[in-house]
């Protein structure tokens, strides 16, 4: 199952569990898609062991080779999702939560109903032809990395007061209470309503949206994998400047042609500053001129009670690695100290001071690690760093000529910088 080349290759397989048919088969070489469509007899053959076990009473979810990766999930009885993956360093943790990703996105388009009462499996395969490309960003190289951690890639605006308040008002304005701004697939600013959407929506609706090609305005149908996976909603979106734009999630009201431009005006025109400095953040996820040192090539910071985080790898952009290695060495890091260092099925400790007696004695007994460092191998020598505080937790990616021992307390500072930002 090797793959030749330079990148790895990931493919996607996803199957009707009571029958075998394949509804769709998916494929990225080195983060790009690519064409490559696995023969019939390797997916029969992988089907079939998952079913073998199953009829045994034996659940197999993961199997390795020399250089692939595999990954079974089955959803409801209903839909049997594969993935095969010849990256370097692919984690099972990754692919995992590929496919629970790929499974909500398929809901998110299709609908709980149709995925688990299959009448008819040629319509099928053609309804789920609208999800291909939410898909195709997953498995790919992204700018984003909600799908890995399971938390909503956000952006700092510089002047994010002003636009909270604006995005209020319009709320209110239009009767709607889950209003949001994206920027290329991360949120900006957005109401209490919507930050209260549950997960998979809540990660999958800015990535909906900033995987599908611009457009003036939007009226998407769409199912809420946790709130409402039966009962479609309306996605609205309004893009307010090329690459931002203003979302909506509603029922039958407002329609589309209400939300007219004399309306937008008058909430947005005077605000069209802050938001080109909103867009402008972008992909660097902190506001420009914001104090990093001079050592950090990248940073991942999660708010774990918030399910938020911030990922950049802008700072230094003209120095290696170049942005894509820095995407995966902190993706694969993420993995990494998830599995081993960090678990989440362990209760997150406080360890700011105050902590009840309670906290203190569990401490004794589970001890769990509060920082931990990775060094890359000869030629390459860049450091990862990754430190947990309460409910945050800061990912480091640094330069060869950052100290080891000094790591710590430069993670340690920069998580306390940017506290107040998330």
């Not at 960003?137 to 002047?159: A, H, K, N, R, Y």
């Not at 600013?189 to 599908?212: F, I, N, Q, Y």
């Amino acid at each position: 199952m090797g793959e030749e080349g330079t990148g790895g290759a990931v493919h996607l397989l996803c199957l009707a569990a009571s029958s075998g048919v394949p509804l769709f088969c998916r494929s990225s070489r080195g983060g790009a898609p690519a064409r490559q469509q696995l023969p019939f007899s390797v997916i029969g053959s992988l089907n079939g062991v998952h079913m073998f076990g199953q009829n045994l009473q034996v659940q197999l979810s993961s199997a390795r080779t020399e250089d692939t990766t595999v990954v079974w999930k089955s959803f409801h009885d209903s839909i049997t999702l594969i993935v095969l993956s010849s990256e370097e360093n692919a984690s099972e943790l990754k692919l995992e939560r590929l496919l629970q990703m790929v499974f909500g996105a398929m809901v998110l388009l299709v609908g709980l109903e149709e995925l688990t009462n299959i009448r008819n499996v040629e319509r099928l395969k053609k309804e789920l032809r609208a999800s291909y490309r939410l898909i195709d960003s997953f498995l790919g190289d992204s700018e984003l990395i909600g799908d890995l951690t399971q938390c909503v890639d956000c952006v700092i605006p510089p002047e994010g007061s002003l636009l909270q308040e604006a995005l209020c008002g319009f709320a209110e304005a239009t009767g709607t209470a889950f209003v949001s701004l994206v920027v290329s697939g991360r949120v900006a600013a957005a109401t209490e309503s919507w930050w209260r959407l549950g997960m998979p929506e809540a990660v999958l609706l800015p990535w909906l949206v900033g995987s599908l090609p611009p457009q003036a305005a939007r009226d998407y149908p769409v199912y809420l994998p946790h709130g409402s996976p039966t009962v479609p909603h309306r996605l609205l979106t309004l893009m307010l400047l090329p690459g931002l734009e203003l979302c909506l999630l509603c029922g039958p009201r407002p329609a589309l042609s209400q939300l007219d431009p004399q309306l937008l005006e008058r909430w947005w025109q005077p605000l069209l500053e802050p938001l080109r400095a909103c867009l402008s953040v972008g992909p660097g996820a902190l506001p420009n001129g914001f104090p990093l040192h001079t050592d950090i090539l990248g940073l991942l910071l999660l708010n774990l009670e918030l399910k938020r985080c911030l990922f950049t790898v802008e700072p230094l952009r003209d120095k290696e690695p170049s942005l894509q290695q820095r995407q995966r060495l902190l993706r694969n890091f993420y993995s990494l100290v998830s599995t081993t260092h960090f678990p989440p099925a362990l209760p997150i400790l406080s360890l700011e001071p105050g902590s009840s007696e309670k906290t203190e004695d569990a401490g004794h007994r589970i001890q769990l690690p509060r920082a931990c460092y990775l060094v890359l191998g000869p030629g390459m020598g860049w450091q990862l760093v990754a430190l947990q505080l309460g409910l945050r937790q800061l990912l480091l990616l640094l330069s060869p000529q950052s100290p080891t021992h000094g790591l710590r307390s430069l993670a340690t500072h920069t998580l306390h910088a940017l506290t107040p930002l998330l």
